[in-house]
């Protein structure tokens, strides 16, 4: 999240009132992220305060997006704690601010916890666990659009800016990617939408003297139909590792994994594959940080994030792959 686009006061009011949300009483920009622009609104109707996310959308299309919007209304119609679009009179949920496409969404209730436990790791795993259920019958299709496809497409953009020795591991694990993605394992592999991009910073926890409780996902918009066990790759990646070395936190990856697991029970396929996809998640934020950080955009409160983060995690997860030391999947 940060601000390519500058939102005016009667702009989102215009908004508000359009949305029949009532009247503007604070637009704030949102530091942090690298796609989209976003505000918090705060809006004042019939006496009552209420809390929304405004985002302009910067790169997706309004042929793009109607996908992840329409996600959104299916999860949270389904029991899923993730933002709600607002529609219009007209029942739409895609709109237009400052000339580009936009969203308001409710603002979920609590703060992301940066400095996760096993005990949040286990709730993120159970709540991916219903998110990908409850999505199994929406009926929109939109890939990965960063996927396999985009990797190899990016791959030779980034490379001029390497050394030697990152260009050679981008390169063999690409190839190591796309022979993955032509085996039949890989071809059994459950898929449907997922999230794609479930950082701690998407997800929201309030504390409560039980322990916290998860309030929901946000930041649907990488959204995409994809295999079930890339999300959860991802979320091994960022949730059970130690971020300032890249190593894997064997305890909060047992706790994620066992919950998710409660819910759903992975495949044969999936326990055989879950090494792999934990380097293909590596090498996908590998590449998108390689690219935001040297090919910026201009934008008010960017801060591209350091490629090498996800470079170590993805050599950590080449050397040391998740079932070496661990009963609950295989590396065979």
């Not at 999230?195 to 649907?220: C, I, K, Q, S, Y």
């Not at 079930?228 to 047992?254: K, S, Y």
């Not at 090919?295 to 350091?306: E, F, G, I, T």
Request: aromatic share 10%; net charge negative; proline share 6%.
């Amino acid at each position: 999240m940060a601000v390519f686009t500058e939102v005016s006061a009667e702009e989102a009011s215009r908004l508000l009132r359009e949305l029949r949300l009532g009247e503007l009483r604070e637009l704030r920009g949102i530091q942090g992220g690298i796609e989209n622009t976003n505000y918090f609104v705060t809006s004042e109707h019939e006496g009552q305060s209420h809390e929304w996310v405004l985002t302009l959308f910067e790169r997706l299309t309004p042929a793009q997006l109607p996908f992840y919007l329409y996600l959104m209304k299916h999860l949270a119609q389904r029991g899923i704690p993730v933002p709600d679009p607002q529609a219009d009179a007209s029942g739409d949920v895609l709109h237009t601010v400052c000339g580009k496409p936009a969203a308001l969404v409710n603002r979920l209730r609590g703060h992301s916890e940066l400095s996760p436990g096993a005990v949040h790791c286990a709730l993120v795993g159970d709540m991916l666990a219903r998110l990908h259920l409850a999505a199994r019958d929406y009926e929109r299709q939109q890939p990965n659009l960063r996927g396999l496809a985009w990797w190899n497409e990016t791959v030779p953009v980034v490379l001029p800016y390497l050394d030697p020795d990152q260009a050679e591991l981008l390169r063999a694990e690409l190839a190591y990617q796309n022979h993955v993605a032509a085996g039949s394992t890989y071809a059994a592999l459950p898929r449907g939408p997922i999230h794609a991009d479930l950082f701690r910073d998407n997800a929201m926890f309030e504390d409560r003297a039980t322990g916290p409780v998860l309030t929901g996902f946000f930041d649907f918009y990488f959204a995409g139909v994809d295999t079930w066990l890339f999300d959860v790759a991802v979320c091994l990646n960022d949730w059970c590792i130690d971020l300032p070395t890249g190593a894997h936190d064997e305890a909060r990856a047992q706790a994620f994994l066992s919950a998710y697991a409660a819910r759903r029970a992975f495949t044969a396929a999936e326990r055989r594959l879950l090494p792999a996809m934990l380097r293909a998640a590596a090498l996908r934020f590998w590449i998108s940080r390689l690219w935001d950080f040297h090919l910026p955009r201009q934008a008010a409160m960017l801060k591209p994030h350091d490629p090498a983060h996800f470079e170590r995690v993805l050599r950590g997860r080449v050397t040391r792959p998740l079932g070496a030391d661990s009963g609950k999947f295989d590396c065979q």
